[in-house]
C-alpha cells in the first residue's frame, strides 16, 4: 500500500546517518530497496500527528532495535536538483505497485538530516517491508547511493568533525569503560587521520570529562593500562 497523503506530511522528510565504531574503523547503516539494487541512508516521512525528531527516532529504533537513541540534526537539504521521481517508482514498482505520476511521494522534498552516534556491538540491523537488507557498510567503501545520499554522508562526517573540537565524542560508539588508547582509535577513525599518542592523552585529561578506574590486566608483558569512562555529570554542564 502506497503512503497516504492524509497520514503524513507533504513535502518534507527526515534521513539519518548512523555511525557505529568497531573498534578499528567507523561504519554506517545502509539499506538496499526491494529488487532495486538501489541503496540509501535509512529515513523516512513524518506523520502529521508526530514531532519530526520522534520520527527521526522511531525511524532509528526499528533498523536498530535500541531504545534509547541520541541524535544530532546537522543540515537540512533542499537543492532543486535533489528530488529525483525515478527511485521512487522503482521502489514502489519493486513492491508490486504502479505510481501515479501525480503521487506526492514524487513531488519535491526538503529532507532533515540528523546524525547517531550508537554502539556497533549493541545493534541489530532490521529491514524494513520496503528494504532487502541494512547492513553495515564502511565509510571508506560505500556502495553507491541514491540521490544525494552521498552528499548527505559528506554534511554528517563534517558535523562531527567540528563537534570533536566543541565536546566529547564517544560516550555511545565505546563501551562504557575503555582505554585511552580505544577512545584515540575512535577519534582516528573520524577524523581518517593517526593522531600522537601523548598529545591526544595530555589534551582529553585537561578538558576534565573522564573517570579514571583499575588497570586493564590482559596478562601481556606490556604495561597494563588504565580504564576510563565519560563523567556524565560534568559533560552535562558543558
Known amino acids: 500500500m502506497l503512503p497516504s497523503e492524509n497520514k ?13 565504531f568497531t573498534g ?19 529515513g523516512g516521512y513524518i506523520r502529521r ?21 541520541h541524535l544530532e540534526q546537522f543540515h537540512t537539504f533542499g537543492k532543486l536538483n535533489r528530488s529525483n521521481p525515478e527511485p521512487s ?13 501525480d503521487h506526492w511521494v514524487l513531488d519535491r522534498f526538503i529532507t532533515v538530516g540528523y546524525y547517531s552516534l550508537i554502539n556497533y556491538n549493541q545493534v541489530r540491523p532490521t529491514p524494513n517491508k520496503f528494504s532487502d537488507s541494512i547492513n553495515w557498510y564502511s565509510i571508506n567503501n560505500l556502495p553507491p547511493l541514491m540521490m544525494d545520499h552521498e552528499e548527505i554522508v559528506k554534511k554528517a562526517l563534517e558535523a562531527i568533525r567540528t563537534d570533536l573540537g566543541k ?8 563501551p562504557e ?11 582516528e577513525a573520524i577524523l581518517d587521520k ?6 591526544f592523552q595530555r ?21 597494563a593500562p588504565y580504564l576510563y569512562s565519560f563523567n556524565k555529570e560534568k559533560m552535562g554542564k558543558s
Open 167 to 174: 565536546k566529547p565524542i564517544g560516550t555511545n560508539l565505546l
Open 24 to 42: 578499528e574503523e567507523l561504519k554506517i547503516l545502509v539499506l538496499e530497496y526491494q529488487n532495486t539494487g538501489l541503496f540509501a541512508l535509512p
Open 203 to 223: 589534551k582529553i585529561l585537561s578538558m576534565d570529562i573522564l573517570i579514571r578506574h583499575e588497570k586493564l590486566y590482559t596478562g601481556a608483558a606490556n604495561k
Open 194 to 199: 593517526k593522531l600522537r599518542r601523548t598529545t
Open 89 to 101: 517508482k522503482r521502489i514502489a514498482k519493486g513492491l508490486g505497485y504502479e505510481m501515479p505520476d
Open 177 to 187: 569503560k575503555f582505554t585511552m588508547k580505544e577512545l584515540r582509535k575512535v577519534y
Open 49 to 69: 500527528d508526530e514531532n519530526l525528531l520522534d520520527a527521526a527516532k522511531k525511524g532509528i529504533m526499528r533498523r536498530t532495535g535500541l531504545k534509547t537513541i
Open 8 to 20: 503524513y506530511l507533504t513535502n518534507v522528510s527526515f534521513d539519518t546517518v548512523i555511525f557505529g
